[in-house]
Structures are given as structure tokens and as C-alpha cells.
């Protein structure tokens, strides 16, 4: 896997997000395979050997979270 960057994150999350509603690049989330709290817009994507994109987990790529895997943090 590839990391892409992306210059405007805002811009390419509402692009790309694959479910709705797209979230607030401001808005927090945390990472059910990390357990880490971060920011959206702190995102990461990366490319397979395929040239698929996945928005992944800022601590990739030691953490294989996309997505998926992020839910609402408890507050």
C-alpha cells in the first residue's frame, strides 16, 4: 500500500466518504482496531496494488483501520 496525500482533505472526504452523512473533517471519531480518539480530517489514504483508494485510520499504517472501523467516541 501507497500513502496519497491529499492537499484539500475537506474537499476529498466529501468526494470519496462512502457513507452518509460524511462527517465534519473537525469532527472526532475514534478507531475500534487502535482504540485512538483523533480528528477526520487527520485521515490518511492509501492505494493498493490495484490503484483503489481507502481512507484509513491516522495511524496507519500500523493500524489497518478505514472507515469502517471508526465510530463515535464516549464523551
Not at 491529499?6 to 472526532?28: C, G, R
Not at 477526520?40 to 483503489?52: I, P, S
Request: glycine share 4%; proline share 8%; hydrophobic share 30%.
Amino acid at each position: 500500500m501507497n500513502e496519497i496525500k491529499i492537499e484539500d482533505k475537506e474537499k476529498y472526504l466529501k468526494e470519496h466518504y462512502p457513507f452518509k452523512p460524511v462527517p465534519e473533517v473537525y469532527d472526532k471519531k475514534k478507531c475500534i482496531h487502535c482504540d485512538s480518539v483523533f480528528y477526520v480530517g487527520d485521515y490518511k489514504v492509501f492505494t493498493d496494488e490495484l490503484g483503489e483508494e481507502y481512507i484509513c485510520c491516522p495511524n496507519a499504517p500500523e493500524c489497518d483501520g478505514t472507515v469502517i472501523d471508526w465510530i463515535a467516541p464516549k464523551e
